[in-house]
């Protein structure tokens, strides 16, 4: 009897190397690291928007360089923010106000971002999503009932606070 060898998606195949990739560049705190986060994040985004899913893959391999980045020096609430911020996207996936993937992808995305960003990250998120959507829907191209995909707003979000978050943190906080 001969074995066949487990097939595995494309996707979960260059977003394991990818991983493999981003963990060791976070470890060494290499300024690439930043670049692999990014691709990452723009290949979920990708496979999301083409498909409506997100593969696993990406979500690990962001797991991998993120909690590679958070030993070399991150802090306990750096790690509570990516957990709190996975769990209330569970929540949302679970009442179908988000899609199954999103929880993983932003929770592992998380990790390489202090708390400050995480915080940032999520609202970016959100209000792009949200602006997108009522724009998508003002224009009827949308009904209140399509799905819209997450990840790209996720991704653009997820890049503006690991390359900006420290100064938009300092900016926001100048405001009060």
Do not use: N, Q
């Amino acid at each position: 009897m001969t074995r066949r060898l487990l097939r595995c998606p494309v996707p979960v195949l260059a977003a394991a190397a990818a991983g493999l990739l981003a963990a060791v560049l976070s470890a060494v705190r290499s300024p690439w690291s930043g670049a692999v986060f990014v691709l990452l994040l723009a290949g979920a985004a990708w496979e999301d928007g083409r498909t409506g899913y997100i593969s696993d893959g990406w979500s690990l391999a962001l797991a991998a360089g993120g909690l590679s980045r958070w030993m070399t020096g991150g802090s306990w609430p750096d790690l509570f923010a990516a957990g709190l911020l996975f769990l209330i996207l569970c929540v949302l996936a679970r009442c179908g106000a988000a899609g199954g993937g999103d929880a993983p992808l932003a929770g592992a995305a998380a990790l390489w971002l202090p708390w400050e960003g995480t915080l940032l990250f999520a609202w970016g998120a959100c209000v792009l999503g949200g602006l997108a959507g009522a724009a998508l829907l003002l224009t009827k191209r949308k009904r209140l009932r399509d799905d819209l995909p997450f990840a790209p707003f996720l991704c653009l979000s997820g890049g503006a606070a690991y390359v900006w978050g420290e100064s938009l943190w300092t900016a926001w906080l100048s405001l009060w």
